[in-house]
């Protein structure tokens, strides 16, 4: 059982918007502002998304955007496309560790 | 371009010890911190450790599921990090990846900015 509880699946079509939801509790995601959001395609590395709960690195496209409330963090892809469909994974710092969710697959249809 | 190239993975026994390499291209590898995080096989992401720069002293942090079995270290001149991993078991079976921090004055290395593709652990008898 993971730290960080997400959905197992969302699925949007193409140009909708969706969001992955993670939540934690007081100690992880409510605690800190320290959540990260990963994109898993089949077979290869994760790539960031998102850190700090909301930022971008560079090359992230800003379709992509994280928020958090209370011990909730989101993630909200806008303009669904194709190559979205992919494993969508969250983290946080918590007491000198990391935790994750078991992550969400999304589907686009 | 910053690259990260995971090495040293392959099959062995419960018991016995491993040691991967990350090298590192592509940026000054001793001002930033480096991680190992891994995948069991249709799995999800598990965070394992990651090692500070020397900067903020080269100190180490570890999942509870690894510490003292694994151990984090670093070499500067070579520009490689290394995940050494003794008492292996078969729950250790994954894919490892090593990643760096996005910038330099991140001192922790709780997430990963950069990730290389990959090196697989499999643990069996």
């Known amino acids: 059982q993971s730290a960080l509880t997400q959905p197992a699946s969302v699925s949007g079509s193409p140009g909708q918007s969706i969001t992955i939801s993670c939540t934690g509790t007081s100690s992880d995601v409510g605690g800190y502002n320290y959540v990260s959001w990963y994109q898993q395609h089949p077979g290869k590395a994760p790539k960031l998304m998102i850190y700090?709960?909301?930022n971008r690195p560079s090359g992230v496209s800003n379709r992509f955007s994280g928020s958090k409330s209370g011990n909730t963090a989101s993630l909200t892809i806008s303009g669904l496309q194709a190559e979205d469909e992919a494993d969508y994974y969250c983290s946080s710092y918590t007491s000198s560790s990391g935790v994750f969710g078991g992550g969400t697959k999304l589907t686009v249809l | 371009e910053v690259q990260l190239v995971e090495s040293g993975g392959g099959l062995v026994k419960p018991g016995r010890s491993l040691r991967l390499s990350c090298t590192a291209s592509?940026?000054?590898?001793?001002?930033?911190?480096m991680s190992w995080f891994r995948q069991a096989p249709g799995k999800g992401l598990e965070w394992v450790g990651f090692?500070?720069?020397?900067?903020?002293?080269?100190?180490?942090e570890y999942a509870a599921s690894v510490k003292g079995r694994f151990t984090i270290s670093r070499d500067d001149s070579k520009s490689i990090a290394y995940l050494q991993m003794n008492s292996l078991k078969t729950e250790d079976t994954a894919v490892y990846y090593c990643?760096?921090?996005?910038?330099?004055?991140?001192?922790?290395?709780?997430?990963?900015?950069?990730w290389g593709q990959g090196t697989l652990v499999t643990v069996s008898s």
């Open positions: 700090d709960v909301s």
């Open positions: 592509g940026f000054t590898f001793g001002d930033y911190a």
């Open positions: 090692i500070r720069s020397k900067a903020y002293g080269g100190t180490t």
């Open positions: 990643t760096r921090v996005l910038y330099y004055y991140d001192s922790s290395g709780y997430y990963g900015g950069y």
